[in-house]
């Protein structure tokens, strides 16, 4: 069973370990030590109070049959209009439907509390994983924004996914 729910600090731990050598392709920094994923947890849980018309961020914790197994967020709210999604699902629990499952509930949720009409992901283009991901949860494939991103002298084409209302 899978279910979304507000981190608390106690996922500290947990919410380092989910990242691997994967997702530091995928992310721009991922926390290097439970310090920096203290620091980014209570990042996330300081959204929670903000009044929901100017939230800018709704982080969960994923949990599979009542174990952490990953997070997703929605960013970059624009109250009554759109969003962007990101997610990371912990490696012994990627490939078995946890992040698509994430995805259709997070979707559910915030089109109806922040009264959006689009949310939208951007992902890496060599990033197989996360695009079948959004297609399976709805999304539909927008286009490629070619040499967007930079790393140790190469370029990379993102891709950029939407669901509408
Ligand atoms: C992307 C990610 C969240 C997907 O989570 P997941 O729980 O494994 O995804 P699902 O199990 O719901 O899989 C969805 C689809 O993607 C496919 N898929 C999963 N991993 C794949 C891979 N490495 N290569 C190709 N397809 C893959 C699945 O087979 C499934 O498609 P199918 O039903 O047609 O077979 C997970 O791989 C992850 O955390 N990666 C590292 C962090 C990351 O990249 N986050 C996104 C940044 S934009």
Not at 132 to 156: A, C, H, I, P, T
Request: charged share 30%.
């Amino acid at each position: 069973m899978i279910k979304l729910r507000h981190l608390t600090i106690e996922d500290s731990k947990d919410y380092w370990l989910a990242h691997d050598k994967i997702s530091e392709k995928n992310f721009n920094s991922i926390p290097k030590n439970i310090q920096q994923a203290r620091k980014e947890v209570n990042k996330h849980i300081k959204h929670y109070s903000v009044p929901v018309n100017k939230r800018e961020e709704e982080c969960f914790a994923i949990e599979y049959n009542g174990e952490f197994a990953g997070w997703i967020n929605i960013h970059d709210i624009s109250y009554e209009h759109k969003a962007v999604t990101g997610s990371l699902v912990a490696p012994h629990f990627r490939k078995k439907g946890v992040g698509t499952k994430a995805h259709k509930i997070l979707i559910k949720h915030a089109f109806k509390k922040y009264k959006l009409k689009r949310i939208s992901g951007r992902l890496r283009a060599f990033n197989k994983a996360s695009g079948r991901m959004l297609e399976k949860s709805g999304y539909k494939f927008e286009g490629r924004n070619v040499k967007d991103y930079k790393r140790n002298g190469r370029y990379y084409d993102h891709l950029v996914y939407a669901i509408t209302r």
